[in-house]
């Protein structure tokens, strides 16, 4: 009918804007973050230097060096430790990833810490405080002087953080900081581009990342590792969910129609990090098993592993909780989402495409 022709626009393949922040190539299985292979990118940064390089690529006046970065969001940590008590008197019985949502929506625009610097520095605080709240624990408050990374690890646990763990997070959230035009990069441009401002763009943004054909897809990887349970259940569990119409979570993608090279970023990092663990080369076999399966059931689609199926065996590895695993994705996508605002701020219009009328005109006869 008209209207499930009208619903089935992706907007594949359109170009709504240009940008010098990243670059996805999905033929070739390459990502590019402000200029750098996102493996030079990791090898080179940190998460505090990687925002520093995509607030300057942004246009952000004066450009901030990571040192700068490192400071103002040791400050903005602290500045979000003092809403702590309100999110979680307004987050009772709601999941860290709705939490989260509504962390970001108790920030204002206003004060002396520039609204950019406050959204990325208070996801950490306001995850931390959402998932010691579940385990019945007080929220810990953070530690300027310590790396964003750091102290993640450090507000979650209450221990700190071993120098492993903090490079295979820093790993992390650096390669997921930004990827070309996706679905809550878009939604947060959209946003931006109506003047409404960072923190609205920032919540729109998170809203449209946590769907499960997008961030809140890994949590299903690690339930569907556990599902399958044994070496020996692989084949038939996998048969039977892609007989059923299921989208295997962890594979397939809009742009990359080859291996998306986050995958072996976070590959290289779980191995670095557990040394090639069972959980690890479980993960392995399901993904070879998955990858074949697909092929047999669907030898025209190009499905090949996203970034989220190891963000799941890494971030599990990291120990943090399977309920948190998206909320963290946002915690490092927000620097991406802020600067395409920055951007958008400065150079961009209002975002406002066509639509294509297939109703009926007034003269219509009656059908
Ligand atoms: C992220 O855009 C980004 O850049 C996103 C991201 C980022 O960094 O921001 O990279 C992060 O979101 C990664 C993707 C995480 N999502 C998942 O892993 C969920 C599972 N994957 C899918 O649902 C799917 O692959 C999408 C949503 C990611 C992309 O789907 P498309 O491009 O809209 O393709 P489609 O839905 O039109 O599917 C085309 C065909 C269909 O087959 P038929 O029904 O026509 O026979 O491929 C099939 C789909 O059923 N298919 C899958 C599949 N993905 C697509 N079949 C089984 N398992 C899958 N995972």
Known sequence: SDVSKASAFGLDNVVAAETPLSHVDGEAGRLIIAGHDVEDLVAAYDFEGAVALLWRVAGLEPAPSGDDVRRDLGRARMEAFRLVPALLAATRGLSVTEGLRTGFSL??????????????????????????????????????????????????????????????????????????????????????????????????????????????????????????????????????????????????????????????????????????????????????????????????????????????????????PRVAVTAVFGMSRVAGWSAHVIEQERVGRLIRPQSRYVGRWPDDKAA
């Not at 900081?177 to 919540?203: K, P, Y």
Request: charged share 25%.
């Open 107 to 320: 920030l204002s625009d206003e004060g002396d810490l520039a609204a950019h610097i406050r959204t990325v520095g208070s996801a950490p605080v306001f995850i931390a405080a959402l998932c010691r709240r579940d385990e019945g624990k007080d929220a810990i408050a953070p530690d300027a002087e310590v790396g964003h990374a750091a102290d993640f690890i450090r507000m979650l646990r209450g221990a700190p953080a071993s120098e492993a763990e903090v490079r295979a997070l820093n790993a992390y959230l650096v390669t997921v900081t930004d990827h070309g035009m996706n679905a809550s990069t878009f939604t947060a441009r959209v946003i931006a581009s109506t003047r409404a401002g960072m923190i609205s763009a920032v919540v729109g943004a998170f809203c449209a990342l946590k769907g499960p054909l997008h961030g809140g897809a890994p949590g299903h990887v690690l339930d569907m590792l556990d599902d399958i349970g044994t070496r020996e259940n692989i084949d038939a569990w996998l048969v039977r969910e892609i007989a059923k119409g299921e989208r295997l979570m962890g594979f397939g993608h809009r742009v990359y129609k080859v291996r998306d090279p986050r995958a072996d970023v976070f590959n290289k990092a779980v191995m670095l990090l557990t040394n090639g663990n069972e959980r690890v080369r479980f993960a392995r076999d399901v993904e070879t098993a998955a990858l074949a399966a697909l092929k047999a059931a669907k030898p025209n689609q190009r499905l090949d592993t996203n970034m989220e199926y190891y963000t799941a065996v890494l971030l599990e590895a990291l120990g943090i």
